[in-house]
């Protein structure tokens, strides 16, 4: 099948192309797509070069599946234009999250429900995906009553400017300011834009769109969103209270037997999740975890992903894979 990456030169679409290649993607004809800036570009894809496509370009080609990764306008005024055509759109930005006529999925949770009627379709935040991972199990045996988030969130979930600044300053330049302050030697409670409830949008993207994912609008969640020097690879410090009683062995058991979670969780030898490890994977890993000891039917834990893999590219390709059984029908 034909596959248009909407975004192809950005960080996430440039991870797209590597992962539709590593998965052994059925595609037959593989369409980069992005702005009027990047013309006379080119993106590689399977050793390959290709030189990227105009959006009406793509749009003329009418191709079975589009993976967008350009920014919430670029969706809401082409999205629709591609599903009319019958394309499959899977969106990466926030433009249809909060829809509710749209379906929000991570495949390992809530896949099964998407069907061949759904032809845009809405990746979650980043900081979402791995969040919810974690929790969908443990929501399922235990009942979540409240969650309260910590992000300690990389540069790469700005884009390639926040990481110049990054570059820029660690070596002492200090040309390149995306940010309003210094990233390096330095943490930011500010991810996104501030709203009028003076949580960032970022912060109420996980309150939001965790609670649609897992299906469950009264599920009390609090976040803070800070971003960190780190270069690939976004973690969490997750307070959970359930309503129902667990053990910790119970916690480990299901979250080990949880498909694309791995549990690294041995303090004693100083084994836990970390950024650092988690580069270029597309497993979320869940460490320190451990009873609350001010509340019984608590617990924290400590999640990490790398934020362009599972919580960007590899999950739009995994519901890009789903979709593509209805388009074989």
């Not at 300053?169 to 709203?195: A, Q, V």
Request: include cysteine.
């Amino acid at each position: 099948m034909n596959i248009a990456v909407v975004g192809a030169t950005g960080l996430v679409g440039q991870k797209i192309l590597q992962v539709i290649s590593e998965r052994q993607f059925n595609v037959n004809e593989i369409i980069p797509v992005a702005s009027l800036k990047s013309y006379n570009k080119s993106v590689i894809f399977k050793n390959k070069e290709y030189f990227v496509h105009s959006i009406q370009d793509a749009i003329e080609k009418k191709p079975e599946i589009v993976i967008f990764s350009a920014g919430s306008e670029v969706s809401l005024e082409y999205a629709p234009i591609f599903a009319s055509n019958g394309s499959f759109v899977i969106d990466n930005s926030s433009a249809w999250r909060m829809d509710c006529s749209k379906k929000l999925i991570v495949p390992e949770i809530n896949g099964h429900i998407l069907t061949f009627d759904d032809k845009i379709i809405a990746n979650p935040n980043c900081s979402t995906i791995q969040l919810v991972m974690a929790l969908a199990p443990l929501h399922f045996k235990f009942k979540i009553k409240r969650v309260i988030i910590s992000t300690y969130q990389s540069v790469t979930g700005s884009g390639m400017k926040a990481i110049n600044q990054l570059k820029s300053e660690r070596s002492n330049l200090g040309n390149d300011k995306f940010y309003p302050y210094r990233i390096d030697m330095n943490t930011l409670p500010h991810c996104d834009f501030f709203l009028e409830n003076d949580y960032t949008k970022e912060e109420m993207k996980l309150v939001n769109e965790t609670r649609k994912i897992l299906g469950d609008n009264n599920l009390m969640i609090s976040a803070t969103a800070v971003r960190v020097p780190v270069v690939g690879g976004h973690s969490e410090s997750v307070n959970v209270e359930f309503e129902k009683n667990f053990e910790i062995s119970e916690i480990r058991s299901i979250l080990s037997a949880t498909k694309g979670v791995v549990v690294q969780d041995n303090p004693a030898e100083n084994i836990y999740p970390m950024p650092l490890n988690s580069y270029d994977k597309d497993e979320v890993f869940v460490g320190r975890i451990r009873r609350d000891l001010s509340n019984h039917k608590a617990l924290n834990m400590w999640i990490v992903a790398d934020n362009l893999r599972k919580g960007a590219a590899t999950n739009a390709v995994q519901i890009a894979e789903i979709v593509q059984k209805f388009v074989k029908h």
